[in-house]
């Protein structure tokens, strides 16, 4: 048998990039399973989902395009609404592309600081 405090260089280390500090603190995750765009509001970037774990509220993921140029807002989680707010630069950022086309094959999670100061979103492709 080996011993575990001797690791051949090979093996991976868990190292995250740039904001990966972050991502290690405490706080709280929210998935929403995307199904469909809304259809009683064609005019907004709204999509209907469903909570995908049994500790998140929210039902729906809003996605606004700023006029301001610069540093996007941060996402967040209006927990009255059950609603995820993500940004995006333009119509033709290819995440949102692919989302708009098929909706029914994400899932966005948004994980919030235990302080509120930091958040990350995320789209996730699951078919």
Known sequence: MRNPEILPESVLRDQLPGAGPALRSFGHVEVVRIKRRSRRHPDLLLFK??????????????????????????????????????????????????????????????????DGSKSHAWLLKTR
């Open 49 to 114: 989902g469903a909570p995908a774990s049994k500790h998140s509220v929210a039902k729906s993921v809003l996605v606004s395009i700023p006029d301001a140029n610069g540093e996007l807002p941060a996402p967040w989680i209006d927990k009255e609404k059950g609603r995820i707010h993500l940004f995006y630069s333009s119509m033709e950022h290819p995440d949102l592309v692919s989302l708009m086309k098929d909706p029914g094959g994400y899932l966005c999670y948004v994980w919030i600081s235990s």
